[in-house]
């Protein structure tokens, strides 16, 4: 069983910067990729970024040029560094490990994931 735990939500100003961290337990956790995705009130749970067990990125065009996902599998850690934060990032941030082992390239789609965090709130004021 995989546990994700995220932290490192909060309330910030438009423009603001927060990063997102996710723990997480097990000992195969290098050899998956690892997304966030985020749900706003009344709207469906969208692809943030991704980073895959060989550190391929890929990003939300929403977010791209202000987000910045890394891992430190030493750790067993990932992290979203958010930048330029605007209202419209006011969310719940989901952790969640891609549900297959070595895959090479980032999946966008939430069912390809098979463990999730509870969340963390992102709330951006302007």
């Known amino acids: 069983q995989v546990q994700l735990v995220e932290s490192g939500g909060g309330l910030v100003q438009a423009g603001g910067s927060l990063r997102l961290s996710c723990a997480a337990s097990g000992r195969t956790f290098s050899t998956y990729a690892m997304g966030w995705f985020r749900q706003a009130p009344g709207k469906e749970r969208e692809f943030v970024a991704a980073?895959?067990?060989?550190?391929?990125?890929d990003y939300a065009d929403s977010v791209k040029g202000r987000f910045t996902i890394s891992r430190d599998n030493a750790k067993n850690m990932v992290y979203l560094q958010m930048n330029s934060l605007k209202p419209e990032d006011t969310a719940v941030y989901y952790c969640?490990?891609?549900?297959?082992?070595?895959?090479?390239?980032?999946?966008?789609?939430?069912?390809?994931?098979?463990?999730w965090g509870q969340g963390t709130q992102v709330t951006v004021s302007s």
């Open positions: 980073i895959t067990w060989s550190r391929s990125t």
């Open positions: 969640a490990r891609d549900g297959t082992r070595f895959r090479t390239i980032v999946v966008v789609t939430a069912s390809e994931y098979d463990y």
